[in-house]
């Protein structure tokens, strides 16, 4: 079979590549890969700054945003050939910490965990993969086309959900949600904060292309300019950065909303300095009651809220967020930067 492979800390060692045929085990499931997601992950590996192989190889097989159709099942478990699935990322240590022992491998607490496609497990990234029918999710069958999206509304559903069990701490009713970030994470987020009845706005710097429009029919309001500026306009109850710029992180940090709750879901770049008055930082943040939390992955419980957002979505508007498609052997081209219009990029498997 071909498959998108790295050798990671290897700048310029992306290519795509004959490999052996994978073989189910006894509780795995053989599928036909449909589609894979591109995200900055992917990119940072091919890059040379981050990923893992198997142990004992040099390659890894990369992707961890899959879509697939089962060939094969094991009998008697819940799926059957011709199910579209998704296969979760992340698998808890061999000797798990408290959160991977009851399913939290998301909020692993000693970093043993591995993922596929970044850190010692090959990923999804080939005409065909095998996957533990435990860390296997289906979807709904209207959802071929766009189905390659779940991971990432795994992320924010798992978001959302943080952010609702912050809501619990006390009387919180929000009613506004602001969106840093018009990308696969920021858009999801959004159409998450739609499905929830909220006032949506999104900020991106993109002025042209499909993202205005997107946000639109949503029923939200898209915005540009300085995050501080425009989160003092909407005054929002609930903040999910999805930008990973720094700048934008600490103006979100900085507003005076009470109770508010700011979810940063981008990751910063690290080594740049930035002037902070720590003191006013703190005192805004518990005169406030604000909260101000990191999220990142997902465990099966996100995978099951994302699956059941994507089926209640309009799979018009969800295919609007896929602007690029390539086939496995023009893979490369996936991980060329774009242009700020830009906003998923899929491999056709």
């Not at 999804?124 to 071929?144: C, E, H, Q, R």
């Not at 770049?269 to 902070?276: E, I, L, N, Y």
């Amino acid at each position: 079979m071909r498959a998108l492979t790295v050798v990671p800390d290897q700048p310029g060692s992306l290519s795509v590549q004959d490999v052996p045929d994978p073989v189910a085990g006894p509780n795995e499931l053989l599928v036909d890969g449909v589609s894979l997601g591109i995200c900055g992950t992917d990119r940072e590996i091919a890059s040379g700054v981050y990923g893992w192989a198997p142990p004992g190889r040099e390659r890894l097989i990369l992707g961890h945003e899959s879509l697939g159709k089962v060939r094969t099942a094991p009998a008697g478990s819940d799926f059957a050939p011709g199910d579209l699935v998704v296969g979760i990322v992340r698998r808890p240590d061999p000797q798990p910490c408290g959160a991977c022992a009851r399913g939290e491998f998301d909020m692993c607490r000693n970093g043993q965990y591995v993922e596929r496609g970044i850190k010692q497990i090959d990923g999804y990234g080939s005409t065909a993969w095998v996957v533990d029918a435990d860390y296997t999710v289906k979807l709904d069958p209207s959802l071929a086309e766009v189905g390659v999206l779940m991971e990432p509304t795994t992320v924010v559903a798992k978001a959302w959900d943080q952010i609702e069990r912050i809501n619990n701490r006390a009387w919180f009713e929000p009613k506004t949600v602001m969106v840093t970030g018009a990308g696969p994470i920021g858009l999801l987020a959004a159409m998450l904060g739609a499905q929830r009845g909220l006032d949506v706005h999104v900020l991106d710097r993109s002025t042209e292309g499909p993202k205005p429009g997107l946000v639109a029919d949503l029923g939200g309001t898209f915005h540009t300019g300085p995050a501080g500026e425009v989160a003092e306009k909407i005054n929002p109850d609930v903040v999910i950065e999805a930008t990973g710029a720094a700048a934008v992180t600490l103006q979100l940090m900085q507003l005076n909303t009470p109770g508010s709750i700011v979810c940063l879901t981008g990751v910063t770049a690290a080594g740049k300095d930035s002037p902070v008055d720590v003191g006013a930082l703190n005192r805004n943040i518990v005169l406030d009651n604000a909260v101000v939390f990191g999220s990142v992955n997902a465990n099966r419980h996100h995978y099951q809220l994302a699956a059941e957002s994507l089926a209640k979505a309009d799979p018009a508007w969800l295919a609007r967020l896929i602007t690029r498609r390539l086939p496995l052997e023009r893979a490369l081209e996936a991980f060329d930067p774009g242009d700020h219009t830009d906003i998923k990029v899929v491999i056709d498997l």
